[in-house]
């Protein structure tokens, strides 16, 4: 007799099924952990939720805590580096079957080697006078062509470069491609940074980008490397470092002329928007009339202040006409310079229509000195029109002081008034027996008319 032996058909799990069972598994076994490691790659949600990977010399695990274990941790803010015991559940996350532990408490172990290592390397960096301020070279106005040191392929290039043309459209982008992380990265990185200072004149670039995005402490190690920090140290070039996150800190960092949280930061940084700038030469026009008007009232003030303090009765009159001349120059000054203004303020517009076609450099330096040569127009006119002014105002300084009472009556001359205090230009209007007062340059006199 022959039997057939049909064989045991094997379970077929869909994937969604098989994470799930893991899940129950691991959670079942490993309901309560405690996980000694160190700290990297720390994000905080903005739901609260912390998010790192605990890791030593040998192997790495994710980790999650959520808010409201994370309030009642004993450890409430986790930093990259340290050595910290976690206590939690074994767990699996389904949508990417990726195991993890669900942490329900932490505390504070010590300083992890990694962390440990970079303190160490930028101790050392900072007492070879590395990261002194007086060193730190200020970044262009405006740059005309910019050079990024970054991987080709990353997020962080094409960020930077879609902020660049969306803030200044037209601007040079030259980027030197490198390797960001592994085994040669940080001798590419160098050697980017190197091209762009050894460059020609023709290829030269203002500025220079060195970063890349986010990852964990090992992932951004090449940005701690000495051939990185070297080149960076000696480049001739303004150096903006843009690695990683706002959280993340690496030697490039310190020792860069700027320091950018991320590579999109950074873009936003090494160029202002095309309205910014041309609102700036707006600021400066409106900055000159003001001052102009300023001079000119403080001018106005002086002599009116004259008008007040003389006791002449008899000038009050030509000197409102003086007034009203002043004030007429003081007009057609400002109708000259508007019209000067109006002119250079033409040339502008013309040339900011054409502003993206033209080369930034040179276009700004003939922008400079223009502004320059302007400056100095005004200065001229301006200071003829106000030596005039003073020449003016001293001269009838010195003809109202001539002409000043008490100056004449030093001379040996005397005012004489009535009983009504009016002055007495003619004796044959006094009556006999009638009081007059005598003024003399030092005190007065009371008198008596004598008819003969």
């Known amino acids: ?87 939690g559940t074994l767990s699996v996350y389904p949508l990417r079957g990726e195991m993890q532990i669900i942490a329900s408490n932490m505390r504070l172990q010590g300083i992890g080697d990694i962390f440990a290592a970079l303190e160490k390397l930028k101790k050392a960096y900072q007492e070879k006078g590395y990261f002194d301020r007086q060193r730190k070279k200020p970044l262009p106005l405006l740059p005309g062509r910019i050079g990024v040191v970054t991987s080709p392929t990353g997020a962080a290039v094409r960020d930077i470069v ?48 060195v970063g890349r995005g986010g990852g964990s402490y090992e992932d951004l190690w090449s940005f701690n490397e000495a051939p990185v920090v070297e080149a960076i140290f000696r480049s001739q070039i303004p150096v903006i470092s843009a690695v990683g996150h706002e959280t993340d800190f690496t ?63 008899e000038f009050p009159g030509r000197l409102q006409e003086l007034a009203q001349r002043l004030d007429s120059g003081e007009f057609a000054l400002i109708r000259l310079f508007q019209q000067s203004l109006n002119r250079r303020l033409g040339q502008w517009n013309r040339a900011a229509q054409r502003f ?35 020449e003016r105002i001293g ?10 009472p008490e100056k004449v009556l030093a001379k040996g001359y005397s005012i004489t008034t009535d009983q009504n205090q009016r002055l007495v230009k003619d004796a044959s209007v006094l009556a006999a027996d009638e ?14 008319v004598i008819k003969e």
């Open 1 to 87: 007799m022959i039997s057939t032996m049909h064989p045991i058909e094997e379970k077929i799990y869909k994937v969604s099924e098989l994470t799930q069972l893991l899940k129950l598994t691991l959670e079942t076994q490993f309901a309560s952990i405690q996980v000694l490691g160190e700290a990297s790659g720390v994000v905080l949600a903005s739901s609260g939720h912390l998010y790192f990977t605990l890791k030593d010399g040998a192997g790495a695990m994710k980790v999650v805590m959520f808010r409201g274990q994370l309030q009642k941790s004993a450890l409430a803010k986790l930093e990259n580096g340290q050595q910290i015991i976690v206590q």
């Open 162 to 209: 879609r902020i660049l043309h969306r803030r200044f459209p037209g601007i040079a982008i030259v980027i030197f491609p490198a390797k960001v992380q592994g085994e040669g990265a940080a001798a590419e990185i160098a050697a980017g940074i190197e091209h762009f200072n050894d460059a020609g004149a023709d290829d030269k670039v203002d500025v220079l980008i």
């Open 251 to 313: 030697i490039a960092d310190f020792v860069a002329d700027l320091r950018a949280a991320t590579p999109s930061a950074a873009a936003e940084l090494v160029v202002g928007k095309k309205d910014e700038f041309l609102n700036r030469i707006d600021f400066l026009r409106f900055g000159i009339m003001r001052h102009m008007e300023s001079r000119l009232h403080e001018k106005k003030s002086i002599l009116a202040q004259l008008l007040m303090d003389s006791s002449l009765a």
């Open 356 to 390: 993206a076609a033209f080369d930034m450099g040179a276009m700004l330096e003939n922008r400079d000195l223009q502004v320059r040569n302007l400056g100095m127009q005004v200065d001229t006119r301006f200071g003829e029109r106000l030596r005039q002014r003073r």
């Open 395 to 404: 001269l009838l300084d010195s003809k109202l002081a001539g002409m000043n």
């Open 435 to 448: 009081r007059i007062s005598i003024r003399f340059a030092r005190g007065s006199a009371a008198a008596k």
